[in-house]
């Protein structure tokens, strides 16, 4: 059984950093790529960041420049680097590890204030 444990969320102001991760614990042997997804109320989920083996990453428009991925396949971890917060950016974030299948953490909340 594979579990992806997140952590990191909060309430933050407007301008402030947060800093999200995500282990991966359980029988996953070859990631292939590792994300953030978030999901606003009312929205639907969508692409933050992800990055993929070898190391090439991709961002959403909104959050070029803010927001950083770093991933670690041998420790199975993903951590996302949030700066420059803005109201926007408030929505539940989700980890997200695809190896021979999806898998899907539970989500954490991040929230700013304006």
């Known amino acids: 059984q594979v579990q992806l444990v997140e952590s990191g969320g909060g309430l933050v102001q407007t301008g402030g950093s947060l800093r999200l991760s995500c282990a991966a614990a359980g029988n996953i042997f070859t990631i292939h790529a590792m994300g953030w997804y978030r999901q606003a109320p009312g929205k639907q989920r969508e692409l933050v960041a992800s990055i993929v083996r070898g190391g090439v990453t991709t961002y959403a428009d909104s959050v070029k420049g803010r927001f950083t991925i770093s991933g670690d396949n041998t420790k199975k971890t993903v951590s996302l680097q949030m700066n420059s917060l803005k109201p926007e950016d408030t929505a539940v974030y989700y980890c997200?590890?695809?190896?021979?299948?999806?898998?899907w953490g539970q989500g954490t909340q991040v929230t700013v204030s304006s």
């Open positions: 997200m590890v695809l190896e021979m299948q999806t898998y």
